[in-house]
């Protein structure tokens, strides 16, 4: 018994402080963002753009089908497809719960552009909303730039879901907005600077 208790007290420790990268209180609760590793910027990064992959983030721009690129400042990944419909290869081998979280950012970017992100995405990768950490580009041939962020963040999935799912019931943008701010107010990073919906 006293053998199984050292185990539990020990798991505890190591969770507590393993929880909550891009949180400000790091409680147990709140593991949605453990292993989700955002690098360290002094100054959010160079370039004109103030992104903190500086001039490498407008690279998106230029994808075509089929090809990425690494933003090497943050990390992130990011890849062309021809439409909604073709999920980018990153997400091959990952989980029902990241596909289906991809698949409801696309479907729900005109929401997502509204709903702020709490993983800390808007300081270390200058994410402007939730939809950001899925998709980066919707363009007007229908080509979507999507991006990995959301692979390593259960925050991000969180968010992006209960937004389609809150939608789904008939919610607005705002009641939607509100809850989102509500829940993840305390215990998790500042929100991206997403703008309020009219």
Sequence with gaps: ?????????????????????????????????????????????SGSTGHPAGAQAEAYKTLKVGESVKLT?????QEATANKTSLPAFLMNKNAKMKDSYKAAVENVDILQYIPCYCGCGEHAGHMSNAECFVRDVRPDGVVVWDDHGTRCDTC???ALKAA??????KTVKEIRTYIDEKYKKGYAKPTPTPMPS
Excluded: R, Y
Aim: proline letters at 2%; a negative charge.
């Design 165 to 170: 799912e809150m939608k789904e019931e008939g």
């Design 157 to 159: 999935m969180n968010i």
């Design 73 to 77: 400042t943050i990390g992130d990944l």
């Design 1 to 45: 018994m006293k053998k199984l208790t050292k185990i539990m007290v020990a798991s505890l420790l190591t969770l507590t402080v393993a929880t909550g990268c891009g949180t400000t209180e790091k409680t147990a609760q709140n593991d949605e963002h453990a292993g989700h590793d955002h690098p360290a910027t002094n100054n959010g990064g």
